[in-house]
Structures are given as structure tokens and as C-alpha cells.
């Protein structure tokens, strides 16, 4: 009787005292906001890191116990007065004795910024300015006696010695000619924002120029004052023209640019270039318009003689691989899925293919590095499962594996620079984030950040758990999911659904990992909804022919595994069928919006974040990968774009959108709106004026948008 009231008084206790996650929670005080390690930096001797506190001063900890060595530079000590505001971001130098200091950062796109850069002397303990005006993806030469930056499309760079500035090009032009940063697509698409490096012996600079004078100009409104402004820029859509780009290395000595020629044809990519470990030697990645056909070639930067040294073809399409070399200067290793999962391949500096490091039925999701003196190559995969991640070593020569991280969940490792120690990122769907020391061989030395106060808050708190189950289709497809119910469940009683979906090429939504996004999900349970994540074929982790057997008919296939997902609940007796709703945001809001049309009334409603809504006006590098070009495949485009199955839309509809949308064009939300119309189905919609792909602007801006999403939801369904 004793141990019954017990339980009683526990169960009481919890639900009088506890308090489910409230949106004020999530979005106005990010009350459950985890603690990270993002500015870690790992100094050369390996030994020790860096951090920066409070965005004032540079602090150098002791990997083995975590204890302060010294404050490499404190900005409230500098007394003169043209210094930085605060530490926004940081670079040594190759020898350490050059910090680089960003500051006064202003966001342009994903990526891109434009920001005030200063230089600090650790020896002489002086801080220069390196311009007077705000430049972008400023970088040391590894000597850290000259940096380089972009100024209105031009590359210069400067003697910080002698204080004299340098003009590498002159060409450059506002929407016509980009040297040494990326063009709009290839910075949101090819994930990078600095289009040129330094060579290891300071003699060189390689740099991609940019000619988007035939590219078309997109233009966007922007309301503020009495008269909104017209922001333009180019934007290549999928089918249409895109920037014509070129190689160039610029010598220091002779200050003279040659330009290297990759062949003969026109109208390719530079996903990517490195200086190798031997003395000159370039080696830049090119991969043709359909991005199926990827060549390396070694560029030697004294004469301009390049070699092809590897070369990669595919059915479907081609993402761009890891690279890494060795420090001796003869191999380089790289990642393909050309055997049906992504695995790590050694070549020698000719191209020949020496051995495949890693095998099986599981993807290498991430290279971190090579340990030349040990002969280890780390990485991380998905081996144990495509829900999961651990970190692994592996003998270059004997291919004896290791796995270095032990708790299951989802494992990120931040290796020194000789390999001697990583801090592990750790987290679990039911654990905060928690940072471990670990040495090579995994063992763990300490923890660094363990979360301990947001744990505790979520131990105060009405958390449901994540279920991870796997859904099976009509066609015998297994579909990894994920299942909240509502922390007071009642099996006897029948739930709404509410399916959380991206479902976008390479993507995953159900992981064994702390999601902050997913507090929400929480929320929307503590309302007595049951919330659901598939994974639909085309996500990553599964092999190469599970995500790529969507290519040319992008979007067909995930709705049609969302749909089945969704019939696949009936088998469980408390999901009321007559309820169930779906929601995404940019390729989510896509499918949420394909499912509520396609899906014959399995879905009450659909919520749309900033959705592609047609194909065609998406930009050419991600939509031509994954669909090929609309001139070859116009069924590929038009039989799955939203705009073309309005009529078949059945339910409730809430369409979001950002009107300064850079990514996907608030014209996707308002062509979608006049087919709406036009077919008289009855929606309903909210835009964010001036906001981007994120929708951030503004302070209450997130909070509004998922108090409008909850209301609409709750009210519906």
C-alpha cells in the first residue's frame, strides 16, 4: 500500500510541479538553448586550444585538463580606439604569432558577410587595421605577413609590414564580374563563400573568377521608409543560363595572373579547389552541368601544366567528395558512393588507385583527417545505423578499424591538429548535447560541457520521448520513423497526428540526436497531439540506391512514401486517421504541400514554410542535380511541382512565406496563390515582410510564426 502511494504522490507531484515546454520557451527566452563549443580552435602543437570568451578575449586551455594557460588577447585591454567593437571571429596564423579578427559582421547571404578585419601582433602586442572599409573573407598567408580580402568583386591583398595595399584584379563589377568570392548559387549550392586560397609557401594566390553578365537578374522588394528599394542580384534558374567561371593563380613575385585552362568546353562548375602537399601544386575539382561527370586535375602554378588525375562518372549524379592528402606529399584520399555507399578511396598523386580504405553497407558521413605519423584516417559513419553516428580510426595500410565512440546516439568529433585528442559532441533524442575529451583511441580524458543546467530544466519538464519504429509501404519499402505521443498517453483513447517532414535528397529527419527544433514537436504533444517524422526514400545514411532512385522525378516518390507512412498508423488503434496533418519548411513545405494534393484526403491539412512550389524557379545547381535539366526532363519538373496539382487539393491549407526570400522566391508562394484561386480552393496565408529563407527578422518574428502554425494546427485538427 505504502509503495502504491508512493507512485501516487511521484505521479501527482510531477504533474502539479512540472510544466510542459511553452512556445515563450522555445522562441522568446530559449529556455532550453544548449551550451556549444563553436569557436573551438585546435592550436598547432596539439596540445592546447583556443576559445573566445564573451566576445572579448582569445584564451588558451590545456586539452588534458581543460585549465587556463593564458589569454592570448584581450580586446578591453587594447586602449587604442580604432579596435574592434568585439570578437566575432578569429584565424591564426601558420606560426601562431598572427591573429586575424573579424568584427562589425554583416550578413549578405548563407554564407557571405561583409565585416572589419583588424590584425593583432602576439610578439610586438599591436593591432592594425587591415581596411577602412568593410571587405569580405579576409585570410593570413600561412606566414601571416600579408592577408588577402574582397572589395567590390576585386581580390587584393596587403603587406602588412610595409602597410601597402596590392590589386590582384580590377575587374570586378556588381552583378557582372565576381573575383575570388561565389556567385549566389554556387555559395548557397557548393557551401562556400571564399573563392580563393593561399598557397602553403606564400607565393601564390588561386583564385575563380565569376562572369554572371548573362545570368539573369532577379529582383526583390524591400519595405522600409516612405519608397520600398529594389534589391537585385543574379539568381540562375534551373534550365537557365549560369555564370561563366575560370581558374587563375596570381604570382606575388612577378605580380602577374595566368589562367588555367580545365578543357575545352564552357559551361561547367569549380566545386572546389586545394593546395596539395607538394611544392606549386593546385589541384581543382571540376564537374560538368549535370554534375554526373567529376575530374581532378594537378596544377603545377609555375608553368600552368595540369594533369588529370582522377575522374568520376555516374548514372545519376555526383556530390562533392571529401578530399585529403597526405603530408608526404604522395596520396590523396577521397570519398565516392561509386560501389553503392560513400567510402573512403586512396590514390597516388598520378591517379592511380592504391586501395579502398573502407567497405560495407553503410555510408562514411564524414572524413575528418590524417594521422601521418600513426597512419590513422578518422572518420564518421553510419555503420551501426543510418539513425546513428560513431567516430572510427582505421590503419591506412592494414585497414584495421576502430570505433572510438561508444554511447549510442549521434557522436561529432573535433579532432587537434596532431590527432592526439577530439572533443566529442555527443547527444542522444532524450540528451542535451555533452562534450567530451577523448584521445585517439577514444578513451575519455574529461568532460568539457556537460549541460548539466538545461538537463535539469528538462528533468523539470513534461518531455515525451521520441519512439524510433520502422513503417513499412504498400511496395515493401522500410521507412525509419519517429513517434511522440503525449506525455499522459492514454492508449485507449485516439490522437491526432501531426507528420514533421523535410524529406529533401541526403537529408534526415529521424536521428537518434538532440534536435532543438523538435521542442516544438513537444509542444504541440503537451496539446494532446501525437507527432510523427519519416524518413522518405531519397534521404541519406541508406546507400546510394535508396537516395538516389529519386533522381528526374524529384518529389514523386517521397510524397508517395509520406502517403503511405501515413495509411501505415492505421494499424495502430489510438491514431485517429480522420485527423492528420503535415508540415515542412523549404523542400518540407514542398512535399507537405505535394501530400496534401496527391494524397486523396489522407491529410486534413498541410502547413508550408517558404515551399518550392514550381521546379522551374528553383536554382540550377541543386534542382539539376537531383532532376536534370527541365529541357531533357520536363515531366520530371512539372508532374510533382505543387503548382501543378492544386486541383487536386483536398484540406486545410496555411501557406508561410518571407517576401526578401534570397533561396526559394516568395514568387514560388504567390504563383501558388493565384492557381489557389483560380481553382477556388480555400487557404489561408501569412507572409513575414523582408524576411529571408530563415524568417528571423525581427525580434518576436519566430515566436509569431509558430504561434500562428500552433493556432492553426490546434484549430484544425
Known sequence: MRKILTILFVIFYVFTFSQSVSLEDIWLTYKFYPKSLDDFRSLKNGETYTLCINNDAIVEYSYKTGKEIKKIFQLSEVKQPNKPLKIEDYQFSDDEKII???????????????????????VQKQLSEVSSDKVQEASLSPNGQLVAYVRNNNLF??????????????????????????????????SFSKAYEWSPDNKYIAYIRFDESNVKEFSMTIFKGLYPEEYRYKYPKAGEKNSDVSLHIFDLTSKKTSTIQLGNDTDFYIPRIYWTKLPHSLLAMKMNRLQNHMQLFLINAETGQNQLVYEEKNNTYIEVPEIIFSKDGKYFFITSDKNGYNHIYQYDMNGNLVKQITDGRWDVTKLHGLDDAQQLLFYTSAETSPLRRNVYSIHV???VKKRLTK?????EATFSQNFKYFINEFSSAEIAPTYYLCDHEGKII????NNDELKQKMKETLFSKKEFVVLKTTEGVDLNAWIMKPFNFDPSKKYPVMFCIYGGPGSQEVLDRWDYNSLWYQHLASKGIIVVAVDNRGTGARGAEFRKCTYQNLGKYEAIDQIEAAKALRQFSF??????????????????TLCLAKGNGVFKLAVAVAPVTNWRFYDSIYTERYNGLPQHNPAGYDDNSPINNVKKIKGKYLL??????DNVHFQNSVELVKKLVEHNKYFETMYYPNSNHGIYTGKNTRYHLFNKMTNFIVENL
Do not use: C, M, Q
Open 100 to 122: 586575424l579578427i573579424s568584427s562589425e559582421k554583416e550578413r549578405i547571404y548563407r554564407h557571405s558577410s561583409i565585416n572589419k578585419y583588424y590584425v593583432w601582433n602576439i
Open 157 to 190: 591583398y596587403k603587406d602588412l609590414k610595409t602597410n601597402a595595399e596590392y590589386a590582384i584584379t580590377n575587374n570586378g563589377e556588381k552583378n557582372k564580374i565576381i573575383n575570388g568570392i561565389p556567385d549566389w548559387v554556387y555559395e548557397e549550392e557548393f
Open 397 to 399: 595500410h592494414t585497414l
Open 407 to 411: 554511447e549510442e546516439g549521434y557522436n
Open 446 to 449: 574529461r568532460i568539457v560541457e
Open 575 to 592: 491514431v485517429d486517421t480522420s485527423r492528420i496533418g503535415i508540415w515542412g519548411w523549404s523542400f518540407g513545405g514542398y512535399l507537405s
Open 656 to 661: 508561410i512565406h518571407g517576401t526578401a526570400d
